[in-house]
Nanobody
Framework: ELVESGGGLVQAGGSLRLSCAASERTFSSYAMAWFRQAPGNEREFVAA????????YYADSVEGRFTISRDNAKNTVYLQMHSLKPEDTAVYFC???????????????WGQGTQVTVSS
């Protein structure tokens, strides 16, 4: 029910925008978030946005560089990423859940992930 797109290869300092399209049933009832998982690492929280879009929260590592937003008319959530660093390289996952949270267990639905690679 969640389909990510927009990943790719970018040079350090560059930008990418990830999109996550959801079914109306999923999108209209849930908070949305982005997580990421680098090779050999645990999946980690990146950003979250409440149902209304009014409140957002970011991991310290991306604060000021990434922006999460949602378009409820299009059932889509976005992650705009600027000033990308090699350490941002990971598979990025979109998630939907009933609780606005940084914890994976609070999210019920997950996308398949999209690869972001930042070259130095």
């Amino acid at each position: 029910e969640l389909v990510e797109s927009g990943g790719g290869l970018v040079q350090a300092g560059g930008s990418l925008r990830l999109s996550c399209a959801a079914s109306e049933r999923t999108f209209s009832s849930y908070a949305m978030a982005w997580f990421r998982q680098a090779p050999g690492n645990e999946r980690e929280f990146v950003a979250a946005i409440r149902l209304t879009g009014r409140y957002t929260y970011y991991a310290d590592s991306v604060e000021g560089r990434f922006t999460i937003s949602r378009d409820n008319a299009k059932n889509t959530v976005y992650l705009q990423m600027h000033s990308l660093k090699p350490e941002d390289t990971a598979v990025y996952f979109c998630a939907a859940g009933g609780r606005y949270s940084t914890y994976q267990l609070d999210y019920n639905y997950w996308g398949q992930g999209t690869q972001v690679t930042v070259s130095s």
